[in-house]
């Protein structure tokens, strides 16, 4: 298969992708950093660092395992576009990881030193958590962000996808939708060097063609959209919450001032205390229905013979 052309990857479509990775399979072997071979063979290490799209990512994924590739992906806790610990994106994480591909941690550095804690402390709680999240040992890390110092640099219990070593011959990136350092992209497409590292986000690659500027705006327009459903579902928990409603309920009666009396009790608030004391013990009661092996068992007696009388009633 012959290489694409630098004007059909400038494009960043998915397709002009598959083309370059059927193309770069003919030369290499690719692989993920927790399998570089130890012997002088000519190899690809390729690299996705996930700073904006999980969903991106996934797809990227399938494409590679279509092609018999594997790769490692970066994943970044301090994302503004995602959170690693909601379901959905834990479970796009495992389906990229059962598709073969290596699952690596994206530390962010200049997010360490804000936390006023030991980075190396604050790394190694990040990547147990992967790994719990995952049930998949972490090998490698990637850093994000400004390319000053890297305190994790000569780090020896992880292998460091920005080491020297790890770069050999070439190093190119896509960041911010363009080639780094561009005459290393035309090095890799008409004169393939021996050992090479590739990295690409994920969210660089769509279906369409479209500028630079149209998918920051598709980005930001779809976390939007989340953020309208967030608002949504709390909007309707706050209006349908019984404790809420009976808030509002109480406000709105003419005595609630009360409440605020210094003077002597009155009768409404005899009865709210009395009222208060009936709510602790059926909160108590319900916690150890609920919360015990004893009381969970009687709970879902009740409710079966609940459904069998509804049953009947029909």
């Not at 928990?237 to 809420?244: G, I, K, R, S």
């Not at 605020?260 to 009222?275: A, N, T, V, Y």
């Not at 602790?280 to 092996?293: G, P």
């Given at each position: 298969?012959?290489?694409?052309?630098?004007?059909?990857?400038?494009?960043?479509?998915?397709?002009?992708?598959?083309?370059?990775?059927?193309?770069?399979?003919?030369?290499?072997?690719?692989?993920?950093?927790?399998?570089?071979?130890?012997?002088?063979?000519?190899?690809?290490?390729?690299?996705?660092?996930?700073?904006?799209?999980?969903?991106?990512?996934?797809?990227?994924?399938?494409?590679?395992?279509?092609?018999?590739?594997?790769?490692?992906?970066?994943?970044?806790?301090?994302?503004?576009?995602?959170?690693?610990?909601?379901?959905?994106?834990?479970?796009?994480?495992?389906?990229?990881?059962?598709?073969?591909?290596?699952?690596?941690?994206?530390?962010?550095?200049?997010?360490?030193?804000?936390?006023?804690?030991?980075?190396?402390?604050?790394?190694?709680?990040?990547?147990?958590?992967?790994?719990?999240?995952?049930?998949?040992?972490?090998?490698?890390?990637?850093?994000?962000?400004?390319?000053?110092?890297?305190?994790?640099?000569?780090i020896k219990e992880y292998v460091n996808a920005n080491h020297p070593r790890l770069r050999r011959d070439v190093f190119i990136h896509d960041s911010g939708r363009a080639w780094i350092p561009l005459r290393n992209l035309f090095k890799l497409l008409n004169n393939p060097p021996g050992r090479v590292q590739l990295l690409t986000h994920p969210e660089n690659w769509q279906e369409d063609k479209l500028s630079r500027e149209a998918l920051l705006d598709r980005?930001?327009?779809?976390?939007?959209?989340?953020?309208?459903?967030?608002?949504?579902?709390?909007?309707?928990?706050?209006?349908?919450?019984?404790?809420?409603?009976?808030?509002?309920?109480?406000?709105?009666?003419?005595?609630?001032?009360?409440?605020?009396?210094?003077?002597?009790?009155?009768?409404?608030?005899?009865?709210?205390?009395?009222?208060?004391?009936?709510?602790?013990?059926?909160?108590?009661?319900?916690?150890?229905?609920?919360?015990?092996?004893?009381?969970?068992?009687?709970?879902?007696?009740?409710?079966?013979?609940?459904?069998?009388?509804?049953?009947?009633?029909?």
């Open positions: 298969m012959r290489a694409p052309t630098a004007k059909e990857l400038t494009d960043f479509t998915l397709k002009s992708y598959t083309n370059l990775m059927q193309y770069l399979s003919q030369i290499y072997k690719i692989v993920p950093f927790c399998e570089i071979p130890q012997k002088e063979i000519s190899y690809l290490i390729l690299r996705h660092d996930i700073d904006i799209s999980l969903p991106a990512a996934l797809k990227m994924a399938q494409i590679e395992r279509d092609l018999g590739i594997k790769s490692t992906y970066f994943v970044l806790f301090s994302s503004k576009f995602y959170n690693v610990l909601e379901g959905n994106n834990t479970e796009i994480l495992k389906e990229i990881s059962k598709l073969g591909h290596e699952i690596g941690l994206h530390y962010h550095p200049a997010q360490y030193q804000s936390y006023n804690r030991i980075p190396k402390k604050t790394l190694e709680i990040e990547i147990q958590l992967l790994e719990h999240l995952l049930n998949r040992k972490v090998h490698s890390i990637a850093r994000h962000g400004p390319w000053d110092r890297d305190p994790f640099a000569a980005f930001f327009q779809n976390l939007q959209k989340e953020i309208l459903t967030w608002k949504e579902c709390e909007e309707k928990a706050w209006l349908t919450d019984p404790l809420v409603l009976e808030y509002d309920v109480l406000v709105g009666k003419k005595d609630f001032m009360e409440f605020d009396s210094g003077g002597s009790k009155s009768d409404s608030m005899l009865k709210s205390e009395f009222r208060q004391e009936l709510d602790y013990y059926d909160t108590l009661f319900r916690w150890y229905m609920i919360n015990t092996s004893l009381g969970w068992r009687v709970h879902q007696m009740f409710d079966k013979i609940r459904s069998i009388l509804e049953h009947k009633r029909r």
